[in-house]
């Protein structure tokens, strides 16, 4: 499993992740560094996370994510505003559900089958004219799951 991100329009990261072999966990950890290093630099901003490419995660770093993100949730000020997460494999969604359970997000974790909803979602999000009340029915529309 290798992650990939890119951060050429922060505060929005954009994160691949692919079922590509990860020599020693090297993409792993520079991500997770990345995002640790957000939390020290006291910067604000939010993941797009897509695991369209995804269908045979390393579950041995399991133990290894929750305690980081563990670790992360006891900070203050959480600087990861929220996540949107492409993902279409039910397996897949199914250990990020098992994942949340045993240590919740860090912050609103938005579901989304395709990139391109993901995109307008990010769009909306951001966009500080509109209500609640018009992210809720694009929500509904769209069929993304909310989960805080």
Same mark, same amino acid.
């Given at each position: 499993?290798?992650?990939?991100? *890119?951060?050429? =329009?922060?505060?929005?990261? /954009?994160?691949?992740?692919?079922?590509?072999?990860?020599?020693? #966990?090297?993409?792993? $950890?520079?991500?997770? $560094?990345?995002?640790?290093?957000?939390?020290?630099?006291?910067?604000?901003?939010?993941?797009?996370? #897509?695991?369209?490419?995804? =269908?045979?995660?390393? %579950?041995? %770093?399991?133990?290894?994510?929750? /305690?980081?993100?563990?670790?992360?949730?006891?900070?203050?000020?959480?600087?990861?505003?929220?996540?949107?997460?492409?993902?279409?494999?039910?397996?897949?969604? =199914?250990?990020? $559900?098992?994942?949340? *359970?045993?240590?919740?997000?860090?912050?609103?974790?938005?579901?989304?089958?395709?990139?391109?909803?993901?995109?307008?979602?990010? $769009?909306? !999000? #951001?966009?500080?004219?509109? #209500?609640?009340?018009?992210?809720?029915?694009? !929500?509904?529309?769209?069929?993304?799951?909310?989960?805080?």
């Amino acid at each position: 499993m290798k992650i990939y991100y *890119k951060t050429h =329009s922060f505060p929005t990261v /954009k994160v691949t992740v692919t079922n590509e072999t990860d020599d020693n #966990n090297d993409y792993y $950890n520079c991500f997770m $560094n990345y995002w640790e290093t957000k939390y020290k630099e006291r910067k604000h901003f939010h993941f797009l996370f #897509n695991f369209e490419s995804l =269908s045979k995660p390393n %579950l041995g %770093l399991l133990i290894d994510f929750i /305690k980081r993100q563990k670790k992360l949730k006891e900070e203050s000020i959480q600087y990861l505003d929220y996540s949107v997460v492409v993902v279409n494999n039910i397996f897949i969604k =199914s250990i990020l $559900n098992s994942i949340w *359970k045993i240590s919740p997000p860090l912050n609103t974790v938005y579901l989304v089958s395709q990139l391109y909803i993901a995109n307008q979602l990010i $769009n909306h !999000l #951001n966009n500080i004219f509109l #209500n609640e009340d018009y992210i809720s029915s694009f !929500l509904l529309c769209n069929n993304i799951t909310k989960i805080l």
